[in-house]
């Protein structure tokens, strides 16, 4: 994807208003919690809703989306985007799965499902809401393939009302292995300092290898990158748990400032799987009448008046010694604190601490550890 800055110049896919705005309506919402999400995936999603939409409905998203007014240079947008991930490399899986699902009753504009098709590489589909067992299980069933079976449960029929009109769902995960893996005999228990006050024992990974670090007044900030591919993760280890706040500002500022040395890495092995609904913290973006019975889908569905009624975002990643998510990998060396005794810098991330998972051009994933050993927030 390194060409994409070119394409998207205008777009707020590369200068990223709309994710970050999201991310940091979504942190201050959970501000105690692990927390992980793809901002990206959401605007994904809202981006495929604003071609079908018309009037004040479309220009309240493409405000919200800083997005162009012709849907076409909206289209080859996409469609550029969508075909540079899926040239990837397959070593390290990044699946970001969107699906309208609206009540079998509305009718659907087959030029739209063309459309998003070609472009976006996803599609609306009309199921029986009314019937909310069979729908929480159509949906869920349609995520969890596209996740590798790995986002489960992302509707239950308790999330659906009697008179639901359109879902969207949006979900993303994320595997890969670790260019310099950690060895699972170094794996320790240690303590977590979750606060001043509250601490746990955690399973600590440990290696020292050559990585891209900075140390400053505030924190600490490193780079690990994955295997076979331009993807990375970068964590931001406050001084001070007062500081996460500061931290979540400015973790994507971090690329010119990190320099390459021998580091002593220890971090957590943690499991986040977040389930939020959106349709509140979207209003506060300024994307309203969507979501009432007066926007406008002219594009999208034959039937007038018909609202967009839940938008749920899930994302799912475990961190362990081999990478993102479970697997086995062989790739890079370990290499023993002892072998570098004397000019090893640390990065001990023993206290809560932010991450994203990007590339040169995109960020993919935003996340927090708060308490490696808490699994879910699903709200």
Known sequence: MKYLCLVLLATSVLCGKFT?????????????????????????GMSMILMGAEGKTADELRRALILPKDKKEVAKIYDQLMTNLENRKKVAVLDMANRLFVNESYGINRNYNKLVKN?????????????????????????????????????????????????????????????????????????????????????????????????????RIIEMPFAYSNLSMVIVLPHNNGGLERAE????????????????????????????????TLKKMGIIELFTNSSNLSGL??????????????????????????????????????????????FK???PFVFIIRDQSTIYFRGRVVDPLSNSTIL
Not at 310 to 332: L, R
């Open 349 to 351: 991330a023993d206290k």
């Open 119 to 219: 472009s976006f590489r996803a599609e609306v589909e009309a199921i029986n809401l009314r019937d909310r067992a069979k729908a929480a299980w159509t949906i869920s069933d349609w995520v969890l393939d596209k996740t590798l079976d790995n986002v489960k449960g992302i509707i239950s029929p308790s999330n659906l009302a009697n008179d639901e009109s359109a879902v969207l769902v949006n979900a993303a995960f994320f595997k890969g292995y670790w260019k310099s893996r950690f060895k699972r005999k170094s794996t320790k228990v240690m303590t977590f300092h979750i606060s001043d006050t509250q601490k746990v024992l955690v399973p600590m990974m440990s290696q020292v290898g050559i990585f891209k670090m900075r140390s400053s007044a505030y924190d």
């Open 249 to 280: 500002r400015t973790i994507d500022s971090f690329s010119e400032s990190l320099d390459e040395m021998q580091v002593h890495v220890q971090l957590p092995r943690f499991k986040i799987e977040f389930r939020t609904e959106l349709v509140d």
């Open 20 to 44: 970050d705005k999201l991310y940091e309506h979504l942190s201050r919402k959970h501000a105690n919690n692990n927390f992980i999400a793809s901002a990206f995936c959401v605007e994904i």
């Open 301 to 346: 569905l034959k039937r007038t008046g018909t609202r967009i009624s839940q938008v749920v975002h899930k994302a799912f990643v475990e961190i362990n010694e081999e990478g993102a998510s479970a697997g086995a990998a062989n790739a890079g060396t370990f290499l023993g604190v002892s072998d570098f005794p004397e000019t090893v810098s640390s």
